[in-house]
C-alpha cells in the first residue's frame, strides 16, 4: 500500500503542474525545490534548470525581477510585488511564509500570475478612453470655433462664466481689461473678444508692451513723419494705433507702459485722434481698446508708476482670468487637447496612461496654460512610447507630489506604530525609488542621493528595487 508521504508528494506535484500559475517553492534559505513546468514560458529558464538554484542569486541575474520570496524572508511575511519577466511579461507574484513550530520559515509558496494581456487591455482601454475625450474635445472646438475661441478649453464654470461675460461684453465697444498671471490664456480672450464684435473683420493689432524697447515705444505705437529722426523712414510710418482703425487694439502688459506713453495714449482715448511724432497734423482713429496685464495696477497708481486717469479710463470692464491651480478641471481636458494638436503636428500617435493624467491634474502649473502647453508638445516629442507614463514627466512635477504627500506618510508611519528603524527604511526605499525614476545609471543615482556607487547598488538589490521596472 501507498505510503502517506509519496501520496502526498504525487498530489503536490499534480497541483504544481496542473496549476495555470507559476508556481515555486523554497526552503527557508531561498533555495529552489519545486517550479511548475510553465517556467520557461515566463520567466525563459526550463523548471529542472532553476531546481536548486538560490532566489538571491536569480534575483541578481534579473530573471526574478524583483523576487517575491526575498521579501518574504525578509519580512517573514505575506508578499505581493510586480515582475517584469526575461520573456517581457508582467507577473503578479505573491508569496507566502510556511513556519515551522518553532516559528522558523520552512517553506516559501509564491503564485505568479500572468497579467501581460491584461495589462495589454489595459494600455488599449486607456488608448480608447483617451481617443473618446479627443473625440469629445473636437466637438467642443468644432462648436466654439464659430465663436472665434479655437485654443480655449472650457471646462470649469469659472471658465464658462468669464465666456459667456465675454460673449456679452464682445457686443458693446467698452474698454475691457483682462487680469492674471502670465500664461492664463488672456490674450486668448483679448482675441475672442474681438472675433464676437462687430469690429470682427477688421483689424486686431496685439502690441506687447513689456517687449518695445522705451526709446521706441513712441513712434512705434504713434508713427512718425519723414525726417523725425536719424534713420527713420525717408516716407515716415502710420504707428500701431492707426493700424488698428475700424478694429481693435490691443494692449498686452499694459503696466510696463510707459508714464509719458500712458498720457499721450490717454489724449488719444479722449479725443479719437493721433498725431505722429514729429507732425503737426492729427488723424481721426476709431478703435476699441483692450488691455491685460499681470500687474496690480491699482498698486502701481499708488505707487505712482501708472497714471490714475488712465487707469479709470481703461477699468470700464475688468475680467480676471484664474490660474490653472484654481481650477483643475480644466487641466486635463487641456492636456488632451494639446495632445491632440501635437499628435497632428508630428504625426505621432500618443495617448496618456491614466495614472500620467493624475500627475497632470495635481500639478500647480505656475506657467498656467502655456506651461501646460509646452509641456505636451516635449512629451509628445520626447517619449519613446506610444503611451505616456509618469516616468517621462520632469522629475520636478513628479517631486511635487512627492512633496505633497510627505506629511501624510509620515503619518501613516506614525498610526501604524513603525519603529525608527522601520521608518528609516521606507525612507531610504522612497529615495532609491526617486532615483530610479529620474536617472538610468547608478553613477548617476549614487550622486543625486550622496552615497558611493556600490552603496546603492547594495542597496538596490537589498530592498529588491529594479531599475528597469522604474
Known sequence: MMKKLEL??????????????????????????????????????????????????????SIFSPSVTVRVLEERKEVQVMQYTPTRRWVMATGIPV???????????????????????????????TTMEIYQSEIQELREKDHGLEEMVIQSKSIQRIWQLVQRVAKSDASVVFLGESGVGKTVFARALHNGSPREKETFIEVNCGAIPESLFESEMFGYES?????????????LIELADKGTLFLDEIGELPLPVQAKLLKVLQEKEVTRVGGIKSKTIDFRLIASTNQDLEQMVKQGKFRQDL??????????????????????SLAHFYLQKFNEKYKM????????????????WPGNVREIQNMIERLVITSETNTIYPDSLPFYIQQERHQKTDSSFFDELEERGTTLREALEEVE?????????????????????????????????????NAKMH
Open 429 to 465: 526605499i522612497r529615495w532609491l525609488k526617486r532615483a530610479v525614476r529620474q536617472y538610468k545609471t547608478t553613477y548617476e543615482m549614487a550622486e543625486y542621493l550622496g552615497l558611493n556607487q556600490s552603496n546603492v547598488v547594495r542597496k538596490l538589490k537589498k530592498y529588491g528595487i
Open 227 to 239: 525726417g523725425s529722426f536719424t534713420g527713420a523712414n525717408k516716407k515716415g510710418k502710420p504707428g
Open 349 to 364: 500617435n500618443k495617448f496618456f496612461h491614466a495614472a500620467t493624467t493624475k500627475e497632470l491634474v495635481a500639478y500647480d
Open 99 to 129: 513556519f515551522d513550530a518553532s516559528g522558523e520559515i520552512l517553506r516559501v509558496i509564491s503564485f505568479s500570475h500572468d497579467l501581460t494581456e491584461l495589462k495589454h487591455l489595459k494600455e488599449d482601454y486607456e488608448k480608447l478612453r
Open 8 to 61: 502526498l508528494e504525487i498530489e503536490l506535484d499534480a497541483l504544481v503542474r496542473a496549476s495555470k500559475d507559476n508556481i515555486v517553492i523554497t526552503d527557508g534559505k531561498g533555495i529552489l525545490l519545486r517550479v511548475s513546468p510553465n517556467s520557461n514560458a515566463i520567466y525563459g529558464i526550463d523548471s529542472s534548470s532553476l531546481i536548486g538554484q538560490s532566489v538571491y542569486e536569480l534575483e541578481t541575474k
Open 311 to 332: 487707469f479709470y479710463r481703461l477699468n470700464v470692464i475688468s475680467i480676471t482670468i484664474p490660474p490653472l491651480r484654481d481650477r483643475q478641471e480644466d487641466i486635463a
